[in-house]
């Protein structure tokens, strides 16, 4: 079956870098997207970007682009979230998600939580002096 596992909890100061991890099985990895999003408490969950594992060029946020990365390790299954120039307002749950395939996911899609079908567990990133 598909699995999403996702990295720890996270503690940085704001300023700080963080990089979170999502490890996928149960299925061919560059046949789905990957999407990141994120959840702050009494918020809305967020769309960050996504990618098509495969050597694909990641989506982003307009509001997000520049500070998060999305990268991808084929080999090991593994999708990438790099956070730069942390906030307070960061702080929240970030998710990976994938979704089935074969779809193709526009800008709009893939920040949009309904469009995919597996979710991680979460990761508590906390951002706070």
């Known amino acids: 079956q598909v699995q999403l596992v996702q990295s720890g909890a996270e503690l940085r100061n704001p300023g700080a870098s963080v990089k979170v991890s999502c490890k996928a099985s149960g299925y061919t990895f560059t046949s789905y997207y990957i999407g990141w999003f994120r959840q702050a408490p009494e918020k809305e969950r967020e769309g960050i970007g996504c990618?098509?594992?495969?050597?694909?060029?990641?989506r982003y946020s307009d509001s997000l682009r520049g500070r998060f990365t999305i990268s991808e390790d084929n080999a090991k299954k593994m999708v990438y979230l790099q956070m730069n120039s942390l906030k307070p307002e960061d702080s929240g749950l970030y998710y990976c998600a994938a979704a089935a395939g074969p779809v193709t996911l526009n800008q709009e899609m893939c920040l949009s939580p309904g469009e995919y079908d597996y979710w991680g567990q979460g990761t508590p990133v906390t951002v706070s002096s």
């Open positions: 990618v098509l594992p495969g050597g694909y060029s990641a």
